[in-house]
Structures are given as structure tokens and as C-alpha cells.
């Protein structure tokens, strides 16, 4: 009883250091005015299904990404910016928008819409920095590990579901093999008992036409020797002395930090601290160096993984900026992906959406949510696992649902990436593999157009897939979320619901020649029939 007494005290001693420092964080409140008819969109990637916000919408980005990706900005329809370097709260009522700060943040009305506000914010805070991650990613397929195999990554499985790409007719891409395929958390050297011939096995992909990514994480685990020799190194987030535990104060261990995440409590690396930047860049170095791996999926990299009341080596580091220090990780190598990143806009960085359910519902989310990664100058996007990225979905096979995934691949299909994990030969009769196969075709006649919208994104910032809000401005189109834009001149309108046969599409001005080869006069809503195989899209002619 006296022990979990002491741990309840501990616990609401870190909670209440926490929500000082927070508090302490915020010593600036604001209000500004939201004209009639104006509009916001910003913050985190994870809600652009809510945005533009209604009436009530709040959220406070310190120490909290959602997830995903989010953004110190805050855009409107009649040109408005937000801005401030650091997490700010904002709070939507009817007339104003609500801010606690920890500076004055900077208001810019220059601007008459949204694309005008998004090319100023990129211009001046987020400039393109000339480069762009590699083509592969955006010219293939990808393929990822994790449904087929979870937590049993091995090398006899993973080169059997690279052989099953070529043997059913898919292209090979980019191969990610993801979580524990190494020794353990820190020791980042392929386990010896599950991967018996690691180059061999990449040498064999790399044969078959796919580079090959690995999946890493900023944790260490505890009781190891990369621990210690970490430990002696001040290399990971410490606990504040009146938080240690017992032993020794001048123990290198009790000092060090151990947080809970998804797989356990672990140290966390200090990325402030020069020798864990550079330790950590020399690991995966070692891997390109050694086994030939052609680039990294770097996970967990969340805010609120790196409480702030913790001690870093630099001090004064918010939880955000831990997790910019470890997407700065990524910049060495092109071959990249990160789910969750903070003020790394117009970088030539990969940002998958968060993993979704299979579910229609959370199909529904990827147009809204991938559309504001690129108002966010998030412009190299990918939008999550065809037919969803969260394991658990998949656990049973009575519930995959085999139009969900068709539709979801035909949604990837005309985005800047295609991800495929769950494999759909295994799942998918001959009928509905057959029309994810026409997805991957179609998006071969697009996949110069996508280049050269990525290409242009590294010069000058651009999404490559847009809101309907964002190329026909103060049109009326704002709160449509079915539909997007691949560059200016392709209108996408993809299925998005269980057994549907027809439905509206939204045409601006102009005049467009549908997918079945039919002209058709924008200012105007049209009815079109859809099957299995159909993906609607619309090209300004």
C-alpha cells in the first residue's frame, strides 16, 4: 500500500509539474476578429476533417501533434496568417478567434485568399528548400511490412511478400520493413536469429527492383549496453532531481528518464545533446554502409512522448521541438517518412497521414486530412496504408471489407504516393484485385504530371494535391471534402462510401473531359454512374 502510495505521488507530482510549465509556457491572450464569411483552416493535420472550423473548435499544440503533423499557422479564406515560431492555443467562437501565447503572435492581412495567404506564410516562414525526396516514392508503389507481419519481421517472410509483389503483377517500389526486425529498441543490428543473411536478403530485393527502408525509433531500451554506454553519455531525457529514483545520486542510470510509449518504457534520446544526434545518424549510417539499406521510415518521434518536465541537455526545449530535432534526422537521407513532425514544412521529408481503421468512416478523413498537410507546406504527403494502416483492423479476417480497399487504393491512386501493407492478392477475389490493378495503371498515365507537381513543391512550395478552395478561390467550394485537386488542372472525385453506384461531382468553371471520355461544362453539379473499376476524374480542357 505504502509503495503505491508513492507512486501515486510521484505521478501527480510529474502531472502538476507538467501543467506548471504549461501554464507558465502561455503569458500572452489575444482575440482577433473573424470577418463574416471568413474561414480558417491550420494547426493539426489530424483535424483537417473539421476545417474549416466550426464553432467551438480548440486546440492547444503544446505537447500535442494529434498524431500526425501540425503547423504554427493559421490561414483564412480572405488571406489572413497566423503565425508564431512557437505552440500556441487558438479557440474558435463566432466572432473571434481566441489565442494564448507565449509571444504576440504575427497577423498578416495583406493577402485576398487562400492560395495568396499559403504562397506568402511558405515564402516567409517556410521556404522550399530546392530538393524533393526520392522519385521512387512518388513513381511506384510502396509496400510496408507491417499488416502482413506486425511484430514478426523475418527475412524468409518479408523476401516471400517482396516474390508475391512480382508474382501477382505488381510493381516493385520502395520496401519498408517495419518494427522489430532489430536486436532491440537502440540496438539497431539485425536480430541474428530472424534475419540469418541480412545482405543477402537486401541484395535480393535490390535485384528484384525495390530500395529497401527500415524502420527506427528515437527509443533505447533499458538494462542494455547501448543504454549504459548512453547513460554515460548524457545522452537521453532526465529526470529533474526531485524525481529520481532510488540510489545512488551520482549513478548515471537513476537520473535517466524511462517513458511510456506504445511498446513499453524505454529512455528516450536527447537529439539537444550533440553525441545522441550524431550516435543515432552514425547507426543508420552504418546500415547504408553495411547491409546497403536505402533509407529509413523514422517513427514516434510524438510531442507528447517527450514530457516537458523533463530535462534535456539544451535547456529551454519544448516538447515540439524534440520532435523537430528528430524529422531533422530524416534531411540526411531521402529515402524517408515520418507520421509525426513539427515546423518541417517545405522540407524534402515524407508525411504519411496517422494510421486509420478499416472503416468507411475513416476513409472519409484522407481527402480533408491530405489537403491540409499541403496548406501546412506539407507538400511530399502520403495518405496512410491502402485500406488502413491500424493492425487491429486487420486481425480478423471475417471483417476486411473488399470494396474498402478498392476504394481506398483508387483514393492513392491520383495522390502523391501509394502505400500498400495488407496484401491485396491475399485478401482480394479476382474481381476486386483486378480493380486495384486499374488503379495502379491509371496512376501510371498520371505519374509524370504528380513529378512534376513534386518538382515544382521543392522550388516553390506548392501542394501537389489541392482544396477545391485553394485553386478556385471564394467560389463557394470551402467546405467541399470529397473532392481534390492534383495541381490546378485535374479535379478528383474518388468513392468514399460502402455500395455506391453514382454520385455528385462538384465541376468549377470551365470546361473538363471526364474519365469516360465526355465533355462537361463547369458552374455546375453532375450526376455520373460508377462501378467497381471507376475512378471519376475530371481534366480542364
Known sequence: MLKLLSLLIVFMLCT???????????????????????????????????????????????????????????????????????PFKFTITPNEILIESI????????????????LFASKKYFPADGNMPDQLLFEQPQYNTWIELMYDQNQKD????????????????????????????????????????PKKMIDELHELGFKVMMWVCP??????????????????LTYPDDHRTAG???????TVAL??????????????????????????QYLVDEYKVDGFKLDAGDADLYPSWLNSFEQAMTPNDHTALFAEIGLDFPLNEYRATWKM???????????????????????????????????????????????NSFLNSATIDQELIVRSAQVHALMPMMQFSVAPWRILDDEHLSAVKNAIELRKQFTPTILELGKNAAQNGEPIV????????????????????????????????????????????????????????????????????????????
Open 16 to 86: 502538476n509539474s507538467e501543467l506548471r510549465l504549461k501554464n507558465d509556457f502561455y503569458t500572452h491572450k489575444e482575440k482577433i476578429n473573424i470577418n463574416p464569411g471568413e474561414k480558417w483552416w491550420g494547426g493539426a493535420i489530424n483535424d483537417g476533417v473539421d476545417m474549416p472550423f466550426q464553432n467551438n473548435y480548440s486546440y492547444d499544440m503544446y505537447e500535442n501533434l494529434k498524431g500526425n503533423q501540425a503547423q504554427p499557422l493559421l490561414l483564412s479564406n480572405q488571406g489572413r496568417v497566423i503565425w508564431s515560431e512557437q
Open 248 to 254: 545512488s545520486p551520482s549513478s548515471y542510470f537513476n
Open 158 to 197: 518479408i523476401l516471400s511478400y517482396a516474390h508475391d509483389i512480382i508474382d501477382n503483377g505488381f510493381p516493385p517500389g520502395v520496401l519498408m520493413i517495419d518494427d522489430n526486425w532489430q536486436q532491440g529498441y537502440g540496438n539497431w543490428k539485425f536480430h541474428p536469429d530472424r534475419f540469418p543473411s
Open 345 to 391: 514544412a517545405g522540407k524534402p521529408l515524407v508525411q504519411r497521414l496517422r494510421d486509420k481503421s478499416h472503416n468507411w468512416d475513416d476513409l472519409q478523413t484522407l481527402i480533408p486530412n491530405i489537403t491540409v498537410q499541403g496548406l501546412m507546406g506539407y507538400a511530399f504527403t502520403c495518405p496512410d496504408m491502402i485500406g488502413a494502416g491500424e493492425f
Open 103 to 118: 509571444e504576440k503572435v504575427t497577423i498578416t492581412d495583406e493577402n485576398q485568399n487562400l492560395r495568396d495567404a499559403f
Open 219 to 236: 527509443f533505447v531500451s533499458p538494462d542494455t549496453e547501448v543504454f549504459r554506454a548512453g547513460a554515460k553519455d548524457n545522452m537521453f
Open 466 to 541: 489541392r482544396t477545391m478552395e485553394y485553386v478556385y478561390p471564394n467560389a463557394g467550394y470551402e467546405n467541399i471534402k470529397d473532392q481534390f485537386f492534383l495541381g490546378d488542372d485535374i479535379l478528383v472525385a474518388p468513392i468514399l462510401h460502402n455500395n455506391q453506384h453514382e454520385r455528385i461531382v462538384i465541376l468549377p468553371d470551365g470546361q473538363w473531359t471526364g474519365h469516360n471520355g465526355r465533355l462537361y461544362q463547369g458552374n455546375s453539379a453532375i450526376k455520373i454512374k460508377v462501378d467497381l473499376q471507376t475512378i471519376p476524374y475530371f481534366q480542364r480542357t
Open 259 to 284: 517513458v511510456g510509449w506504445w511498446n513499453g518504457y524505454s529512455a528516450l534520446l536527447d537529439l539537444s545533446n550533440p553525441k545522441a544526434s550524431n550516435w543515432f545518424k552514425d547507426e543508420l
